[in-house]
């Protein structure tokens, strides 16, 4: 019923900029927060960034100031703008939404987009 489609993943240099989106569709009441998660080979899946219904906003401390998050409830959609980019910002990264089904919220992922970033 509920699918998330990230796009926008590539490869770039330390320094460049990169810009992820993600779309839900299908038949749902309602998106309570979209976000995104990262994960790198051999590592747990952590937060990146998360913007809730009503525009509150949480990063994960290394991208403050270099990655930016943004919503748009109409096209729920949510984007996020990757600046200054570093080679330790290399991870799949996943579109992650928690979503009301009828009655019942959950959490729901995308496949993931592959960043790279590398000299």
């Known amino acids: 019923q509920v699918h998330l489609v990230e796009s926008g993943g590539g490869s770039v240099q330390p320094g460049g900029s990169l810009r992820l989106s993600c779309t839900a569709s299908?038949?749902?009441?309602?998106?309570?927060?979209m976000g995104w998660h990262r994960q790198a080979p051999g590592k747990e899946r952590e937060l990146v960034a998360t913007?809730?219904?009503?525009?509150?906003?949480e990063y994960k401390d290394s991208v403050k100031g270099r990655f930016t998050i943004s919503r748009d409830n109409a096209l729920n959609s949510v984007y996020l703008q990757m600046n200054s980019l570093k080679p330790e910002d290399t991870a799949v990264y996943y579109c992650?939404?928690?979503?009301?089904?009828?009655?019942?919220?959950?959490?729901?992922w995308g496949q993931g987009t592959q960043v790279t970033v590398s000299s």
């Open positions: 992650n939404a928690y979503i009301y089904v009828a009655r019942q919220g959950s959490d729901y």
């Open positions: 299908g038949s749902f009441s309602s998106i309570i927060a």
């Open positions: 913007v809730n219904r009503g525009g509150g906003i």
